[in-house]
C-alpha cells in the first residue's frame, strides 16, 4: 500500500517548503496582527478605517483568489506601472516562495488582528493607569505591562491561527510553489498512485498539526507560570 516506487524523497522535500513558508508567513502574519491590534484600538479614525477595512476585506475573500490575485495581478499591475512611469518595457518576476508567504501573511494577520485586539483588552485597565501614576511613558507602558500579558492572552488564538496557515500551505501548489502537496502529486503523477501520495501527505499534514497543538500547550503553560487561578 505505501510502496512508493523510488519517490518517498518528495515528501521530506515538500514538508521543507511547506513548514518555511508557514514559518515565515506567520511572522509577517504576527506583524501584520500586531499593526492591525494598533489600528483598531488607536484614537486616530483613519487608523480606525484603515484596520476595519483591513479585515473585513481579507476576511471576506477566499484565500485562492487572494493568493492568485498577488502572484498574477499585483506582477502585471507593477508592470504596466512602471513602464508608463520609465517609458520602456519592465519585467518584473514574483517568484512563488515569496508571493506564498506575503500573500497568507496578509491574510492571517488580519485573522491575528482580532486575536491581539482581544489580548490587549484583556489587560485591566487598572494596570495601565498604574503605570502612567508612576511616570511611564506609552512606549514603556507597552513595552513593560502590555506586551508581556498581550502573548499570554493572545498564544491560544495565535495557535488556532497558525493550524489554519500551516493547512493553507497547500493553496501554494497553484502557483507552482513546492510545497508538499505540490511534490505529492509530481509522485503522484509519475508513480500512478494517486491514493498512496496523498493519503500520505494528509497523515504529513496531522502530525505537523498534533506536533503544533503539542508546542502550543507547553508555550501555553510556559506563559501562565505563576498565575494563579481562581
Known amino acids: 500500500m505505501f510502496d512508493y516506487r523510488g519517490y518517498g524523497w518528495v515528501f521530506w522535500e515538500g514538508v521543507q517548503i511547506t513548514i518555511l ?3 515565515c508567513a506567520a511572522v509577517v502574519a504576527i506583524l501584520m496582527g500586531l499593526i492591525g491590534a494598533w489600528g483598531k484600538l488607536a484614537r486616530s479614525r483613519p487608523a480606525n478605517l484603515v484596520a476595519n477595512a483591513y479585515t473585513t476585506i481579507v476576511r471576506g475573500i477566499p ?5 492568485l490575485l498577488v502572484y498574477y495581478g499585483v506582477t502585471i499591475l ?3 506601472t512602471l513602464t508608463a512611469l520609465l517609458g520602456s518595457e519592465v519585467l518584473i518576476d514574483i517568484d512563488p516562495f515569496t508571493a506564498g508567504v506575503l500573500t497568507l501573511g496578509v491574510i492571517y494577520g488580519a ?3 482580532e486575536v491581539f485586539r482581544g489580548a490587549f483588552l484583556a489587560i485591566p485597565k487598572g494596570q495601565i493607569e498604574a503605570a502612567y501614576s508612576f511616570g511611564m511613558s506609552r512606549v514603556q507602558t507597552l513595552w513593560r505591562i502590555m506586551l508581556p500579558q498581550v502573548w499570554r492572552f493572545a498564544l491560544p488564538g495565535l495557535g488556532n491561527v497558525w493550524l489554519v496557515l500551516i493547512k493553507a500551505t497547500a493553496l501554494m501548489s497553484v502557483i507552482q510553489l513546492e510545497e508538499l502537496l505540490r511534490w505529492s502529486d509530481i509522485g503522484a503523477r509519475n508513480t500512478k498512485l494517486p491514493f498512496t501520495f496523498y493519503l500520505t501527505a494528509s497523515f504529513i ?3 505537523i498539526t498534533v506536533v503544533s497543538m503539542l508546542l502550543q500547550h507547553r508555550a501555553e503553560v510556559w506563559a501562565n507560570r505563576g498565575i494563579r487561578r481562581a
Open 78 to 80: 507593477l508592470q504596466r
Open 111 to 113: 485573522f491575528a488582528t
Open 205 to 207: 499534514y496531522l502530525g
Open 21 to 23: 513558508v508557514g514559518l
Open 63 to 67: 484565500e485562492l483568489v487572494l493568493i
